[in-house]
């Protein structure tokens, strides 16, 4: 019951936590990776111009390092599951006039990425 069949495929799991850009900014990196085979993703995120690519890359690539260490066949590894958590708000106050002030909402993501074998 609790133990794994022949068929399912060995996954490898990495996240990064605390990133400061927008979750909203960082899933439309996401989706363009989403499914992909990996070296299809890494050349994708090389020709994207957007600030979040870099932390998705890296997560990436530390996914990759964990499949090489548990002897996974890198060919063969494609992005099963990458999903963009938002993380904890940083609040802050701008001054404006009449002696009010305007919030500031400075998001953070945690971005984990899933990878598996293919077959």
């Not at 530390?62 to 499949?67: D, E, N, V």
Request: net charge positive.
């Amino acid at each position: 019951m609790g133990s794994k069949s022949d068929t399912e495929s060995k996954v490898v799991r990495a996240c990064a936590k605390y990133i400061r850009i927008s979750p909203r900014k960082v899933r439309l990196v996401a989706d363009v990776i989403r499914n992909k085979r990996v070296d299809e993703a890494q050349t994708a995120l090389r020709f994207i111009q957007r600030r979040a690519v870099r932390p998705v890359s890296k997560v990436l690539n530390a996914a990759i390092a964990q499949a090489e260490a548990m002897k996974m066949n890198v060919d063969n590894l494609f992005v099963k599951e990458i999903y963009v958590d938002g993380g904890p708000t940083l609040k802050r106050w701008l001054p404006r006039a009449r002696g009010m002030a305007t919030p500031i909402l400075k998001r953070t993501s945690h971005i984990t990425v899933v990878l598996a074998e293919e077959g």
